[in-house]
């Protein structure tokens, strides 16, 4: 039988040694016909729930189990950026749960960032959408913890990029040269102003910008997660040179613009192999001046703000 401590502290059950699966997802799913009104049965979705390894299972807390509804419906669109959870005495009906455990699901879900709860004449919880940032910002701690250095990062950006510009040569979308010309001319601009540490943030956004137009979403999360620690990255390194101005000037026009220019002439010929040995060669001579000497070495920061 099931605790009222199991109802809102969590509890594990024994299962006899072999028990499957299905075993303990029915055990789950009877547990929460206990904790939570049939509605709330009806519309959440099916949890995942660990099996220990001497084979006991832990029954997740109600509160859990709510947030779990609310997630799946912030994600799956139903609940949609700007929109206003109904209020706690509606959802406390509607649920079929006290206020104490609403409160603590609500807290699950505005630390995932998914609500905010908005205080004064509009009180309530304002939905948002997931953002890459929350996942970036995370990710970023993870590579520091994990000692990964800036040349790491630099090799998993020679890792994609080469891959995306063919998919780009091979369409030879008028639009996405017309994109990429684009930012080439203000980055052209930038340099020619002596705006050297935006041109540098100007240079990220253009690999970004190419991943970006070959459409592949998965592929967009990952270099995301990158591009701040890269870019942070890059703006230490160039701070550090002692370069006159218009030797810095020289230089980025070389040995970037003109480089994205000659990409782009390759994209709209269509030219598949050249692009793709190209800006494999661009990135994999880029790394080398941005990871010379001890620059490579250095563990990545994900804590500091540029």
Same mark, same amino acid.
């Given at each position: ?27 789950? #799913? ?12 009806? $519309?959440?979705? @099916?949890?995942?729930?660990? @099996? ?10 109600? %509160?859990?189990? @709510? ?6 419906? =912030?994600?799956?669109?139903?609940? $949609? ?34 609500? %905010? ?26 590579? /520091? ?5 800036? #040349? ?22 008028? $639009? ?14 930038? #340099? ?15 690999? /970004? &910008? ?14 995301? =997660? ?40 390759? =994209? #709209? ?11 494999? &060669?661009? =990135? ?14 250095? @563990? ?7």
């Amino acid at each position: 039988m099931i605790t009222s401590r199991a109802r809102t502290q969590g509890e594990t059950v024994g299962l006899a040694p072999g028990a499957s699966r299905r075993v303990a997802s029915r055990v789950v #799913a009877v547990a929460r016909g206990v904790l939570l009104s049939p509605r709330l049965v009806n $519309k959440a979705r @099916v949890r995942s729930v660990p @099996v220990l390894e001497n084979g006991s299972i832990r029954i997740p807390k109600t %509160s859990e189990v @709510v947030a779990d509804h609310l997630r799946a419906r =912030i994600i799956s669109g139903q609940l $949609k950026e700007g929109d206003y959870l109904p209020p706690e005495g509606q959802l406390m009906q509607t649920l079929g749960i006290s206020r104490p455990t609403l409160r603590e699901a609500l807290r699950i879900v505005e630390a995932e960032q998914l609500i %905010s709860v908005v205080r004064g004449s509009h009180a309530g919880a304002r939905v948002h959408k997931p953002q890459i940032e929350s996942v970036a910002r995370y990710a970023g701690y993870v590579l /520091q913890s994990e000692g990964t250095t800036v #040349a790491d990062m630099f090799e998993a950006r020679l890792a994609i990029e080469p891959y995306v510009v063919r998919q780009l040569a091979a369409r030879k979308s008028k $639009k996405v040269i017309a994109r990429l010309r684009a930012e080439v001319e203000r980055l052209t601009v930038l #340099a020619n102003e002596q705006r050297f540490l935006e041109f540098i943030v100007g240079v990220s956004a253009f690999h /970004q &910008l190419i991943v970006d137009l070959g459409g592949n979403k998965t592929l967009h999360c990952l270099t995301r =997660i990158l591009q701040d620690l890269l870019t942070r990255a890059q703006i230490e390194t160039f701070t550090r040179l002692s370069m006159p101005v218009e030797q810095q000037r020289r230089k980025l026009l070389g040995s970037g613009v003109r480089s994205y220019q000659k990409l782009i002439d390759l =994209i #709209a010929a269509g030219d598949v192999e050249g692009a793709a040995a190209h800006w494999t &060669l661009h =990135i994999t001579n880029a790394n080398r001046s941005w990871t010379a000497g001890a620059e490579g070495t250095r @563990v990545v920061d994900a804590l500091s703000r540029s």
